[in-house]
């Protein structure tokens, strides 16, 4: 995964659960599906989750704005 990271020039924060559905962090925030995505703001809160396309760019328009 790391190499993907580095490859790709991703910057932000990545995590990954080995544990298939049965881990502890697929369990705290509710995971149910492979990908999933989350914002979190500056508080450590999560603000959206799992979204997609248009839905995606709404959200980031109106929040960073």
Sequence with gaps: ME????????TW???SELSDF???TV???QIEAIPS?????????????NLRGEELDAF??????
């Design 22 to 24: 049965e881990g502890s």
């Design 37 to 49: 995505s989350f914002i979190i703001d500056p508080k450590g809160t999560i603000v959206a989750k």
């Design 60 to 65: 980031l328009n109106k929040t960073l704005r």
């Design 13 to 15: 924060n990545h995590a």
């Design 3 to 10: 190499k993907a990271i580095a490859d790709d020039k991703l």
């Design 27 to 29: 369990r705290l925030y």
